[in-house]
Every structure is written in C-alpha cells, then in structure tokens.
C-alpha cells in the first residue's frame, strides 16, 4: 500500500525533517524517508506544518445511540479527525446510556466502522446514571471496547461510598472513575457561574463551591482507597488549588481542563445566548487564569473538548430552557495554541502532552498518544500554526451548530490527520475510509 | 429607545424624559375623556407567561388609553411545558401583526431574547423577567417617588431610598437600584444574608442586615419588597414571624419615620409579614396611588417607544 513521504515537517515544533508513513507505521525518519520513498508515495510538502502526534481526547460526546440528530458517532469522529484527533472517548450519557458491555461495544464498532479515529467508549459508573448502583464496570472492562474510563458524565457520582465503591472497583482493572463534580443540592436549577455577572442578569447560580467540595472530598477517597481518579473540566481557581494540593500529598489524580474554560468568561451571559451556556458554567477572568496557569504548571493534566452536540431548537430559545454544553473538536487545538502557544505558557511539546500523550496515558489507550519515531503507529496531525480561521459552524463537519467560538477568529490550521498511516484529513478535506467507498486499495 | 428591557438601558436624561413624558400622560388622566389618539391603528400584543393581573391591566389600560388595539396572550406556565417555543410564539404574534410586544416570562432574558435573537423585528417591553428585571415598576417607584420628593421634576438627587427584603429573587430590586441611583438617588438594600446575590457588593447600592439601623440613616422612603412564603420551607428563613419581627415594617419601625418618609410596595402585599397593615394603610402609604401610577408610566413608554420620531428619542 502507497504511503506518504512528509517533507521538511517540525516534529513537535523542532527541526525540520521528513517522515516517511506506510503500512499504519512510521518506517522513516529524515534522510532514510526520503531514500526509502517510492514513486507510488504521496509527497506532502510540509514546510512551515507543525507534526503532533494524533490528539485524544478524553471527553467526547457522540450521542449515538438516542440523539442521531446531533450526532453520529461518524460525524463526530469526522469532526474529531478534522481537529487533529485519531482518539475520542465517547461519553456515557447516551440512551440507552452506556452501562452494559453490549452498549460499549456497539459505540466501539461504530468507531471503527467509521474510520475516521478509534473510538474508546467511557463506560457509566451507575446503571442508567441514576447514581444509585455500580453498572457492570468489569464487563464493560473485559469487553471487545476494553473500557477503563468510568463516569456519570453530566451527573456526579454524589453518593461518597458510591464514589469510594467506584475508586476501589476500579482498580481490578485498571480502570479510572472520571467524576462530573457537582454538588447537587449546591445546583439546584443553576444556570450560570455565580458571581457578580448572575446577581445582575438574574440567573441561577452555579457557586464554585459546588465543584471545589466534591474534588476535595474526591481527592480524600482516592487517597484513601488507592483509585485512580480524574476530575473533568476543572473550571475554578479553588479546583486547581485542590488538585496542586493534592497532587503534592501523592495523591493519583489527574485533571482536565476545556478550552471553553480556558478563553471565555461568565461575561458573555449577558448577551443571553444559549450558546455560551454548559457545565460547568464559563468562570470569571481569574478563574480562566488559574486554570491557564494551572495547565502552564503541570497541576491541570490535559486538555479534554467536552465537545457537546446540539440540536438547533435546544439553543434557539430563552437561556433557561436552553441545552447545557458546546461544540469543541474542531476548535481546541486552535484554543490551546491561541492561549498557551502564543501566549508563551507552552512549547508544542507541551501541546502533544496535554492533547495526546496524557490523555492516551489516562485512558490506557497504548497505540496512541506515541512519540513521533521509526516504528510507531502513524497517528499524527500536521498543523500549520500561521494560519488564522473564522470559526464558521456552518462548514464544520460536526452534525451541530453551537461552537462558542462562531465568528472569532483563532490560529492555526490542521492540515492532514493520519490514522494509522491512512489520511483522514488530506489538506482540509475529510476523506472517507476505503472500507467504505469500496475502493479498497 | 427601541426596546425597555433594562431600566439599565436608561442614562439619567433619558429617564427623566421618560417620567416627564409619563407626567404629561397622567395629567391627561384627570380629564373627563381620558383617550388619546396617539397609538391609534397600532397593535400592541401582552404576552404573558406568568400569571400577573395587575401588571397585564396596567399595561392593557396605558395601550387602550393611547387608541392602540390589544392582544392578550396569556400562556400560563414555560413555553417550553407548553410545547410551543417562544420563538414560534412570537413570531405567531407577529404575524398576526403586532406593533409592539409586552411580555413577562418567568426566565431571566427572555425580553432580551426576544428583542435580539432575530426572530421577530417589533419593539419589546419587558413587563417582568424571571429575577432580572421590571423597568416600568421601577419607573412607576420613581414617578411615585419623584412627585412626593422633588414635585414631579427632574430627578432624585440626593434622596435615600431603603429596600428591604427578598433582593436574591427581586426583578424590582434589581431594576430599582438601577434606576433610583442613575436619578442620583442613594439606595440602601436590607435582607438577610440568605436573600441577597452573591456579587451585590458589585451594585450601585449600600447593603445591611439591620433594618432598624437603615432606618435610622435620614431615610426619604423605604421600598417593601414582597416576601414569597415558599422560601421559609428553601430555608432561606426560619420562621415567618422571625422573619416579620427582624426585617418587617411593622408600627414601631414606622413611627421611627421622619414626616416625609413614604412607605412603598409593588403589591401584592403579604400583610403581618413583610408589612403591617398599620404600616400599610397609613397615610405614608403610596401603594394605590403606585397602581394609578403605573397606567401613566406605562402610556409614556409605549408611546414613546411607538410614536418615537414624535417624542425625539434615539436608541436608548
């Protein structure tokens, strides 16, 4: 099988080099690429891209099965390979929710038979989210999708010796408990972040509180029992707080952190727009400037999209009936670039830390998140960091329109995406599996 | 001015003009014919979605008085409960060919949304958004306030206005301390700690927990707010007597009162809680001439929202 010969590309922002892909692997590396190169190879011209292996991103909503109209897990996967990824983690919130080893694995060969990146499904930690009892964690762990990332994502795991059961439980196969913290009774009806912003504008209140008591009660358990516990879209200066703390006691926890809630603020409320509302809610100003400088430092551990489809009415509506959450697949590399890259925090190895090799590392994903050397698996995106975009919703392959980012301009552009060897993305344009064009090569 | 969704949408000239304008509508109530043609073959729609006699007459009396046809439109509960959007209900309304909408919606926003999210291109009022806003109450507290304190001129420099009560859920708090500090006024808000915002430190305004000594600061008015019951059983008081006994204005606290201090409430009243009836049928009391106040600050804003070339007024 043909294979690419990328010339003069900079692997994590170094020197420039060439690299040659074939057969789902890198087989070259500078001037052997190029020797080794065949006349049948695609020749790529890779002046000025930056090379990061393939993104993961460990917090992914498809919505497949039960939503369809937002997304699919093919949409989905097409808009995550069109951002830089060739890992998701696919979000348990579903309906039916994925709780049985069945559920798991229908989402995993939807992946798969998409082919546009390898779809890990997060398993959820209680039957039907209710909170109330384990959901088979071990048959999701030992089925064909191989789960080891367990959450109620949307819902927190409120009950403490739930939370505890889960952390133990967990550690029979590995696996991580990757909590939505929230404190339930401290959010009745909340609707933004509380603060000055919601005093005025007259919305519900969603306090910091409310995440900071769960992530310390959390980081407690784990301590105590020996889990594995990665706290989600941390959005408050006290979260980071916590989890410097804790990581300073030896404490295994991880953390991520949205690139919603590391550019906008609770400011953009007031225009009432549904599409800025999600949960966590957008912080203030210094909160967005802990979690940056909580990224900067190492405390916060990755970055996760928590990209969240939704359907046009479910955000053309007033802002208490509105859907919580926002598109993100196709803007977060740009987002990190923007507020970590150009703002000096960040070298593009960095980058490939906090959007692939971590993230693989948390989600025991082993064929991704790899350096970029001979014999690797050839999951990579080539970015060019010069160019600047107008998030335009419209033209995203996401099946959903609510970017919080329609109408800025952001940096950077992915260019190609290989999958194993196979360019999902050929200098912007999506290109379909041969599996399923049945041009099979 | 194209919208009033905000009393934070007005700078001092333009609330001035407006309670003057509301002025010149009131005295055109003393007359034996109280119709003016001013809005005559206009249609003005009150859609509301939270129950609110008063609000909803007031506004069908002030439209009426100025020759506009009325629609009312009551959905009682969300639009969302009921099936319909609110973009769909809107823009229903419009096609039967609203001038003007007044809505009142139990979703902070709501007004905004209609005003801005493209769906409909009319001028919209916002007759009371869940815990924002309720700019013409507060216009009609001001009008109130203005004639008592500074015979119906100019604005309210200087004067201090006490607001006590539930301010966490109050549209008419929030649109009061707006407005009463854009007229120059000084606002004192009194709650239990339970019953203000997280961030009113942030606002225009003085706050204490301690009514009696609130009163005791030269005090031109004091602004009762009224106090649902269900959030005794939220937990945000103990007991309603508790309540009553710390934070209502009962005969001691009104006798306390300096001649000229008022005693307003937006109504309805929970007499024995936030309010005496000794406090409220006294004659420092304006809580009925705030209703007939109301019809003529509601006439000067449709009028000068619908007949706004006559009325010189740019985008407020």
Not at chain 2, 94 to 100: L, M, P, S, T, V
Not at chain 2, 233 to 239: E, L, Q
Not at chain 2, 257 to 262: E, P
Request: one cysteine or more; hydrophobic letters at 45%.
């Amino acid at each position: 099988m043909p294979g690419y010969l990328v010339r003069s590309v900079a692997p994590l922002g170094a020197e420039r080099t060439d690299l040659l892909l074939r057969d789902g692997v890198v087989v070259a590396l500078g001037r052997d690429a190029a020797s080794q190169a065949g006349s049948e190879d695609t020749v790529i011209d890779a002046d000025g891209l930056v090379a990061l292996p393939g993104l993961v991103d460990l917090h992914t909503h498809l919505r497949e099965p039960g939503r369809e109209d937002t997304e699919t897990v093919d949409s989905g996967t097409r808009a995550a390979a069109a951002g830089g990824f060739t890992a998701v983690h696919a979000m348990a919130n579903t309906a039916p929710v994925a709780d049985t080893a069945g559920v798991v694995e229908q989402v995993w060969r939807l992946g798969r038979d998409a082919g546009w990146a390898d779809v890990r499904p997060v398993g959820a930690v209680t039957i039907g989210l209710a909170g109330e009892r384990l959901a088979e964690l071990g048959a999701m762990a030992t089925s064909a999708a191989a789960v080891r990332v367990f959450s109620d994502d949307g819902r927190c795991v409120w009950d403490p010796v739930l939370m505890r059961r889960a952390l133990e439980y967990t550690k029979a196969f590995d696996g991580v408990v990757a909590q939505h913290a929230q404190e339930p009774r401290l959010t009745v009806d909340a609707q933004m972040h509380e603060g000055v912003v919601s005093a005025e504008i007259g919305l519900t209140g969603w306090p910091a509180v409310a995440e900071e008591a769960i992530i310390a009660r959390d980081v407690l358990l784990a301590e105590h029992v020996g889990g594995r516990l990665h706290v989600q879209h941390l959005s408050t200066a006290g979260s980071v707080e916590i989890i410097r703390w804790a990581k300073a006691r030896g404490i295994a926890v991880t953390a991520e952190a949205t690139p919603h809630h590391l550019l906008l603020t609770d400011e953009l409320a007031r225009s009432y727009d549904p599409v800025y509302k999600v949960n966590p809610p957008l912080r203030t100003a210094e909160d967005v400037a802990a979690v940056r400088a909580g990224l900067a430092d190492g405390t916060i551990d990755v970055v996760a999209t928590d990209h969240a489809p939704h359907a046009v009415q479910d955000k053309d509506c007033e802002w208490a009936a509105a859907a919580f959450g926002m598109t993100g697949l196709e803007t977060c590399l740009a987002v990190v670039q923007q507020v970590m890259v150009e703002e000096g925090s960040f070298t593009w190895a960095d980058v490939a830390r906090v959007l692939s090799h971590t993230p693989a590392r948390i989600g025991r994903v082993t064929d991704h998140g790899r350096p970029i050397a001979v014999g690797e698996p050839a999951n990579l995106t080539l970015v060019d960091p010069a160019a600047r975009r107008t998030i335009d919703p419209r033209v995203q392959q996401t099946a959903s329109r609510n970017s919080p980012f329609a109408g800025r301009e952001l940096p950077g552009e992915v260019r190609w995406t290989f999958l194993r060897g196979r360019a999902t993305i050929a200098d912007t344009v999506a290109v379909l599996a041969p599996s399923r064009t049945g041009a099979h090569a | 001015m194209r919208h009033l969704l905000s009393t934070t949408d007005l700078d001092r000239d333009a609330a001035v003009a407006l309670l003057d304008t509301a002025e010149a509508m009131a005295q055109t109530q003393s007359r034996t014919i109280k119709k003016l043609p001013a809005l005559r073959g206009l249609t003005i729609v009150n859609l509301f979605f939270e129950d609110s006699t008063r609000t909803r007459i007031s506004f069908e009396a002030a439209a009426k008085r100025l020759s506009a046809d009325v629609i009312n439109f009551s959905a009682k509960g969300s639009s969302v409960s009921k099936g319909e959007s609110l973009k769909d209900t809107a823009q229903t309304l419009r096609a039967i060919g609203a001038d003007a909408v007044v809505v009142r919606h139990p979703s902070s926003g709501a007004p905004h949304r209609l005003a801005h999210a493209g769906w409909i291109d009319t001028p919209v009022v916002n007759a009371g958004d869940g815990m924002h806003q309720h700019p013409t109450q507060a216009l009609l507290d001001a009008f109130t306030l203005r004639r008592h304190l500074a015979d119906g001129r100019g604005d309210l420099a200087g004067r201090h206005v006490v607001v006590v009560g539930d301010v966490l859920h109050s549209r008419v708090a929030r649109s009061n301390v707006d407005l009463l500090a854009t007229l120059g006024a000084r606002v004192t808000l009194v709650a239990p700690p339970t019953l203000l915002p997280i961030g009113v430190e942030s606002w225009r305004c003085a706050v204490t927990y301690d009514l009696d000594a609130a009163l005791t600061d030269d005090v031109d008015a004091v602004m009762m707010l009224r106090v649902q019951r269900e959030r005794m059983t939220s937990g945000f008081f103990p007991s309603e007597r508790e309540y009553a006994r710390r934070y209502g204005l009962d005969g001691t606290r009104l006798g306390r009162l300096s001649d000229h201090a008022l005693v307003l409430h937006p109504g309805p009243m929970n007499r024995g809680l936030e309010i005496s009836a000794e406090a409220a049928d006294s004659p420092r009391s304006t809580v009925v001439e705030q209703v007939a106040n109301g019809v003529s600050v509601r006439m000067a804003v449709l009028y000068t929202l619908l007949a706004g070339d006559l009325a010189g007024e740019g985008d407020a």
